[in-house]
């Protein structure tokens, strides 16, 4: 699995990630990882015993089967077998599991697949107005599907042949994001606040009824008999009461202490699940279904963006990796590993045992098998920039899966680098620490493996740099000085704010 932290002497902190971007590849959230996060202090500890790995990048001759099983993927950008898609990002996807037909959107339309058989993926057809993109996209009566432009509104498309996607109508209305339909209803909320229902009785027109205010930054929604569940990334979770179809009541909200950005739940309607960015997949109990009370968090890798549920799995991604989750407990998701994607894992829908992931230039289906129990490791950085006079830093090491992890080996190439770690065993769910001690003296340019029993990827890599050219520097070490222009228009220099703290915020706007 890909590492997704830099070593750094300034950090930026994270902010949950906008999961519809245009033609350049996505950043995870940099404040996403577990509790394992590189501890760059020099090792005091006395009482540790450290043991050195044997020096090897092999991988084990053998090792633990996966609980992953990729079905198929199907390339889209820039693929020769599908020449009308010179373009196509996907953010956002939904499952016609009756005809069999998947629809996905994002920087380049919308897209239809055939999914009847998900070993064997194929598109069907795709329309690409509007400025070529669609945000988000819900399915509506007599094949009639919806999506949403956050800059324009809501559109209405024809599909019911879903090899000629010809357009309906269109709703001018800003912000609006993710949808959710009952019967003859489509409810939409809006990254203003609001909630907006349309009234469905001509599928092709929808006509809006009302819109509702009081909600945050919302994202997305999840409908469960008289209550919809909003997924806001500045409220939290958003409980709407929607006993009066027309009329929704904003009824309360929990806030977990990060924003939400997705909902799914169990099928009996018991739990709810979120992605909640850096913080991970949160776990509600609806013992009161008024008022979800959080009762587990469990982190990953990345950032998640999106998670869904069928039967007795849930599944999440995180920009990097799909997760699966064994829900036989709901309350109680066990984790059974993460893999690594190919692209950029933007969303994930599920139907039956499989999942359906949204990968950015592609889309593939995968399952998981719950009776294999295979250890995972995330190592907490991919890179580490050490002082050239000599520095100690230590890595962190987690098992995020079903299995016991065995780390069998560790490598540098360098004498001047000393490896170690303080479990050569780790247990489902446990942390371990990787020692990197470098003497100094001399330029650095060294990739460090990391070998274990990890069936996706036993070998893992991590870029180490000192002195001239590193492209870094030195957790304590002064930060090389450099001029701004802030959004006030005014220049400021680094070295002038000595004796201030600096926040530096990267993001990008669409």
């Known amino acids: 699995m890909r590492s997704s932290l830099i070593i750094l002497s300034l950090l930026a902190p994270g902010c949950p990630v906008d999961p519809v ?50 079905l198929d993927e199907l390339v889209l950008s820039g693929s020769t077998e599908i020449p009308q898609v010179y373009f196509m990002e996907l953010v956002d996807l939904e499952i016609d599991a009756v005809r069999g037909v998947a629809w996905g959107v994002g920087q380049g339309g919308i897209v239809s697949f055939d999914v009847s058989d998900p070993g064997s993926l194929s598109m069907l057809g795709n329309y690409g107005r509007h400025g070529n993109r669609y945000y988000r996209v819900e399915l509506g009566p007599d094949g009639v599907v919806y999506t949403t432009h956050r800059d324009q509104g809501l559109y209405a498309l024809d599909g019911a042949d879903p090899t000629a996607i010809q357009g309906l109508s269109f709703h001018s209305q800003r912000d609006l994001a993710g949808m959710a339909r009952d019967g003859d209803r489509l409810y939409a909320v809006g990254h203003d606040g609001s909630l907006t229902t349309f009234d469905l009785g001509d599928p092709q027109q929808p006509a809006e009824l009302a819109r509702t205010e009081g909600l945050g930054n919302a994202w997305d929604l999840l409908l469960a008999g008289d209550l919809a569940y909003v997924a806001d990334n500045s409220l939290g979770i958003g409980v709407v009461d929607i006993s009066d179809r027309d009329a929704p009541v904003v009824i309360g909200s929990v806030d977990p202490g990060r924003g939400m950005l997705d909902l799914a ?115 907490s950085t991919g890179t580490v920039v050490l002082d050239q006079d000599g520095e100690t830093v230590v890595l962190g090491l987690t098992n995020l899966g079903a299995g016991t992890l065995d780390l069998v080996g560790a490598s540098a190439g360098s004498e001047a680098l000393q490896l170690s770690v303080d479990s050569a065993s780790l247990a489902p769910g446990e942390q371990g620490q990787l020692r990197i001690e470098f003497a100094g003296g001399e330029d650095l340019s060294a990739e460090l493996c990391i070998v274990s029993t990890d069936p996706d990827e036993p070998v893992q890599q991590v870029k180490i740099y000192s002195g001239e050219g590193s492209g870094g520097t030195s957790i304590g070490s002064p930060a090389p000085d450099f001029v701004l222009t802030g959004i006030d228009g005014e220049s400021y220099q680094l070295s002038q704010q000595l004796g201030y703290p600096v926040v530096l915020v990267y993001f990008a706007t669409w």
């Not at 501890?39 to 050195?52: G, K, L, N």
């Not at 549920?309 to 993460?338: C, E, H, I, K, Y």
């Not at 950029?344 to 999942?355: F, G, K, L, P, Q």
Request: charged content about 25%; glycine content about 6%.
């Open 265 to 379: 739940m169990d099928a009996a309607g018991t739990t709810l699940y979120a992605a909640g960015g850096g913080a991970g997949v949160l776990v509600f109990s609806l013992e009161d279904p008024a008022t979800p009370v959080l009762i587990d968090t469990i982190e990953l890798e990345g950032s998640v963006l999106a998670v869904a549920s069928a039967g007795d799995r849930l599944w999440a991604v995180d920009q990097l990796n799909l997760a699966g989750f064994d829900l036989s407990d709901p309350r109680a998701p066990r984790l059974l590993g993460t893999v690594e994607t190919d692209q950029w894992a933007m969303h994930v829908a599920a139907a039956e045992d499989r999942a359906y992931v949204a990968d950015w230039g592609q889309l593939s289906t995968w399952q998981a098998d719950a009776a294999v129990s295979s250890p995972d490791l995330l190592v």
């Open 21 to 70: 971007t245009d033609d350049s590849a996505p950043e995870a959230d940099t404040d996403s990882d577990t509790d394992s996060d590189t501890d760059s202090d020099t090792d005091t500890d006395t009482d540790t015993e450290w043991i050195v790995l044997a020096e090897t990048c092999d991988p084990p001759a053998e090792l633990p089967a996966s609980p992953f099983l990729q």
